[in-house]
């Protein structure tokens, strides 16, 4: 005799309940437990609004990404999580009320919309509100789980009252300060591998002992002026594979051991790759997937949580740029087998 419970029904197809004796409520705990054995990776079908045609922010490569991600079997429909939009208070932990009033509203002044890059429209301020609350859910995710994935996020050029560079508002550092106010991390670690120095993180927290910026990015390149992280790392033009990692594997461990982190947030930027049109860095596809390897078990390894975001990307190559970021979570997705998280 076969017994079923709901529950199970619903999630396994039809398939023979595991654990008829338990009550509901264990059946729950325990089928929690099952469903959480793959890497969590956050979405929402509203990280993509309408930009102008031939905009060369490229828009499109969210839902992309999360396709590719399905087809090729790295992430089941189970796995995505979903965000839901914070209060404006969240946003107000890092960023000054009348910029978060003004671009929420659509009455940022020409100039300031102009410094972001991207026009206003009511689809890209709420865009921006859900990538942010998304890599917040990837960070309460990975405290959860050990590590979790967002498939946007990685705003590091918006500073507290104004956006800069494709960035409104600083998801890196919402998250770091929400998460501390309402307890659940005292101690951050902000690793920031995009190929653009993290200026705003480091603005943000240039006072705040309590989260370590790191910052290893193309010397020449933008922000024209750069800022001071707590830890900045400028690399040449044309750095390739080997010697860009072997300099991360020069930083990274010991920096870990130092800071001893709570939690660490990735900016796994895929604008180091040699094909990117803003980056100035020679990666391979190769050598992309060795970092993430790389920055991921250093942390799993000691013990530390990693919430990842994707950073920038900029390709004509669609395919191409998609395919780059989705390493991040073939390595995530790799790694959270190999520590069973
Ligand atoms: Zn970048």
């Not at 208070?89 to 659509?106: K, M, N, P, Q």
């Amino acid at each position: 005799m076969q017994l079923r419970c709901q529950y199970c029904l619903e999630i396994f197809g039809g398939k023979a309940c595991l654990t008829p004796r338990f009550s509901i409520k264990s059946r729950r705990i325990i089928l929690d437990r099952i469903l959480s054995v793959d890497l969590p990776i956050v979405y929402h079908e509203n990280y993509i609004a309408p930009l102008p045609s031939g905009h060369r922010f490229p828009m499109a490569k969210f839902r992309m990404l999360q396709e590719m991600l399905l087809a090729d079997g790295v992430a089941s429909p189970a796995q995505l999580r979903t965000p839901e939009l914070l209060p404006q208070s969240s946003i107000e932990l890092v960023h000054d009320r009348d910029y978060v009033r003004a671009y929420c509203d659509g009455t940022l002044d020409v100039k300031a919309q102009r410094r972001i890059g991207l026009p206003w429209s009511p689809a890209l301020a709420h865009r921006t509100c859900i990538a942010l609350a998304g890599t917040v859910l990837t960070a309460k995710l990975a405290l959860e789980c050990g590590l979790a994935c967002n498939t946007a996020g990685g705003t590091h050029h918006a500073f507290p009252s104004f956006g800069s560079g494709f960035c409104i508002f600083n998801d890196l550092a919402i998250a770091s300060r929400l998460l501390q106010k309402i307890g659940l991390v005292r101690k951050v670690l902000i690793v920031d591998l995009d190929v653009h120095q993290g200026d705003g993180t480091a603005v943000i927290f240039q006072n705040d002992s309590s989260v370590f910026t790191f910052s290893m990015h193309c010397e020449v390149n933008f922000p024209g002026t750069k800022q001071n992280s707590d830890l900045d790392v400028a690399l040449p033009v044309g750095m390739e594979d080997d010697e860009y990692l072997q300099t991360l594997d020069k930083y990274l461990p010991d920096l870990l051991s130092n800071v001893k982190p709570d939690l660490v947030l990735y900016d796994a930027g895929a604008d180091t790759h040699f094909g990117d049109k803003l980056g100035k860095l020679a990666l391979t596809d190769t050598g992309l997937f060795r970092r993430e390897m790389q920055v991921l078990t250093a942390c799993l390894a000691g013990g530390y949580p990693v919430a990842c975001v994707i950073g920038g990307g900029y390709c004509d190559d669609l395919n191409g740029l998609v395919y780059r970021h989705s390493l991040l979570h073939r390595a995530a997705s790799q790694a959270y087998r190999q520590y069973r998280l």
